[in-house]
Nanobody
Framework: QVQLVESGGGLVQPGGSLRLSCTASGSISSINAMAWYRQAPGKQREFVAQSIGDHTNSADSVKGRFTISRDSDKNTVYLQMNSLKPEDTAVYYC???????????????WGQGTQVTVSS
């Protein structure tokens, strides 16, 4: 069974940094895109950043502050978050399209989420 597990969330002061990690485990044949989304209280889940092959892209709201990177050997994606603002407070979710062993197509998976709180 394939699963995504996030870590690295917590409480940080404005201007601070955090690094989130998300590791995929299970019977994995290949991983296509890996991405981060977030959901603030009372708001819809929104896209943060994505890594597809050698390409990355991110939301305008985090450009220049957040960096997504990937270690394909470890099936892990990272989100380095710098210059954090109170409006970055949200539950951050890892997302990946994974082709499990024996399957001919990729399936969309979500992690359980990790809380990031930016407050003084």
């Amino acid at each position: 069974q394939v699963q995504l597990v996030e870590s690295g969330g917590g409480l940080v002061q404005p201007g601070g940094s955090l690094r989130l990690s998300c590791t995929a485990s299970g019977s994995i044949s290949s991983i296509n895109a890996m991405a981060w989304y977030r959901q603030a209280p009372g708001k819809q889940r929104e896209f943060v950043a994505q890594s597809i092959g050698d390409h990355t892209n991110s939301a305008d709201s985090v450009k220049g502050r957040f960096t997504i990177s990937r270690d394909s050997d470890k099936n892990t994606v990272y989100l380095q978050m710098n210059s954090l603002k109170p409006e970055d407070t949200a539950v951050y979710y890892c997302n990946a399209v994974i082709q499990a062993t024996g399957q001919s197509w990729g399936v969309n998976y979500w992690g359980q989420g990790t809380q990031v709180t930016v407050s003084s």
